[in-house]
């Protein structure tokens, strides 16, 4: 079994920065993929941004520049840096870790940016 723990959300005015961070715990393979989604009131869940254990990533069209997705295995940690922050960012984030046959979710982190 696998456990997600998502921390970092909060709330900042447009132009801010937030650190979002997810800590895996349990039967976590070597090869996996970690990633961010977001979904906003009414809308379906999109990809923020993913990367694999050999540290290819990449990035919704409309987070590219401004968000960085790291990884840190020794932790077993995913961090979303978001910078330039934008109201239509706001969304509850969700922490995923795919593992290929085996999909796993964290409980989400809301962020809300003001304008």
């Known amino acids: 079994q696998v456990q997600l723990v998502e921390s970092g959300g909060g709330s900042v005015q447009a132009g801010g920065s937030l650190r979002l961070s997810c800590a895996a715990s349990g039967n976590i393979f070597a090869i996996n993929e970690m990633g961010w989604f977001r979904q906003a009131p009414g809308k379906e869940r999109e990809l923020v941004a993913r990367?694999?254990?050999?540290?290819?990533?990449n990035y919704a069209d409309s987070v590219k520049g401004r968000f960085t997705i790291s990884r840190d295995d020794t932790k077993n940690t995913v961090y979303l840096q978001m910078n330039s922050l934008k109201p239509e960012d706001t969304a509850l984030y969700y922490c995923?870790?795919?593992?290929?046959?085996?999909?796993?979710w964290g409980q989400g982190t809301q962020v809300t940016v003001s304008s």
């Open positions: 995923n870790l795919d593992q290929g046959r085996y999909t796993y």
């Open positions: 990367i694999t254990n050999i540290g290819f990533t």
